[in-house]
């Protein structure tokens, strides 16, 4: 989703006659999460970011699961907010134009799905920060602290992992080392061995998923021990800036 989204009746159709097992979403509006709660799924959410567009008004936004499986538990994961340095403040009021805004209280959602002989999972809805690579190795810890050890887990949203060299400066400008903000910086390397030790694999990696950023910003982290029969990126989008991803087990 987009926050900022003008296609809403259009996105909304798009998911009404989607067929799918899961799906999760990131930046859901208030309006739109009760559009998709009269859709005949299972449905879990928990309060993504707080966006602050005046003083005296907020978005709320939300990370989603829709799943046809019941739910038997869910639960919110909540991120620290990140450092706000004098160069982040003047870079987010340049930007306000165009709808970069002060957020606070960032967070996602997992969901224990029963998807009967298939087993039991738990499915993270995830949107990491942009600020840069240190906060969201920071978020990526707390995630893992969630990771089961008895049943299987799936981990899929936007990661924000920007290669893209100019928008590594922009991680600068939201507060992350100028270290981070180097062509040489490589964030990739580090996040598919994080994947590896929670014992997931990406099967879109090398994807472009954002075609302004010209990387994988969104994920779907499966078991490695799961085969997977597609891996997929839709051409169009549906009023956001993201492509939808798919992968599909068999």
């Not at 602050?52 to 538990?73: A, D, F, G, M, W």
């Not at 165009?98 to 029963?114: E, T």
């Not at 180097?182 to 996040?191: A, G, W």
């Amino acid at each position: 989703m987009y926050c900022y989204n003008r296609k809403l009746d259009r996105a909304f159709s798009y998911i009404k006659n989607l067929d799918f097992d899961v799906l999760c979403l990131q930046e859901v509006t208030e309006d739109f999460l009760e559009r998709l709660q009269g859709l005949p799924y299972s449905i879990a959410s928990g309060l993504d970011i707080i966006k602050i567009p005046s003083r005296h008004r907020e978005n709320r936004l939300y990370t989603v699961i829709l799943s046809k499986y019941p739910i038997q538990h869910s639960e919110r994961i909540s991120f620290p907010d990140s450092a706000q340095p004098l160069r982040m403040r003047l870079f987010l009021f340049v930007m306000r134009p165009l709808g970069w805004v002060h957020a606070m209280d960032r967070g996602s959602v997992y969901a224990d799905i029963d998807a009967g002989k298939e087993g039991r999972f738990r499915i993270f809805s995830l949107h990491l920060t942009l600020a840069g690579p240190t906060y969201r190795a920071r978020e990526l810890a707390i995630v893992e602290k969630y990771v089961p050890n008895g049943y299987s887990a799936i981990l899929a949203g936007d990661f924000n992992i920007v290669e893209h060299s100019f928008f590594k400066f922009v991680s600068w400008l939201l507060g992350s080392p100028i270290s981070e903000a180097l062509p040489s910086h490589d964030e990739r390397s580090f996040v598919e061995n994080f994947f590896v030790t929670l014992g997931l694999k990406n099967p879109l990696r090398g994807q472009v998923t954002h075609p302004l950023s010209r990387s994988q910003l969104d994920h779907i982290l499966v078991p490695q021990t799961v085969s997977v029969s597609s891996a997929t990126v839709e051409d169009k989008s549906y009023g956001s800036d993201h492509k939808p991803i798919c992968v599909k087990l068999s």
